[in-house]
């Protein structure tokens, strides 16, 4: 493959493409799909910081609409969409 000697091939798997996306692709493509994994980490990072903090009782200030519901009048978690204080 000609993507064997890039950063992140390491034994004893090698470079790892198990759907094969990368088969037939260039550099361009490669480099594409890199940067794009990178980013979708860096998303679910902030996507799960923001769930621990909201988990400790950390919430923002202000409000969330123009309503004035402040974001710290709706329930932390999967209760923020299901339950009698839902967002509406």
């Known amino acids: 493959n000609a993507f064997e000697d890039e950063l992140g091939a390491q034994p004893p798997l090698g470079f790892f493409d198990p759907l094969g996306m990368l088969a037939d692709a260039d550099q361009e493509r490669f480099d594409r799909l890199r940067y794009v994994e990178l980013k979708h980490g860096r998303i679910c990072q902030l ?5 621990i903090v909201t988990r400790g009782g950390v919430h923002l200030s202000g409000s969330i609409d123009q309503a004035g519901h402040s974001f710290d ?3 932390n978690g999967i209760a923020a969409l ?5 967002i509406p």
């Not at 996507?47 to 769930?51: E, T």
């Open 73 to 75: 009048s709706y329930p």
């Open 82 to 86: 299901f339950g009698e204080n839902a």
């Open 47 to 51: 996507a799960f910081l923001g769930q």
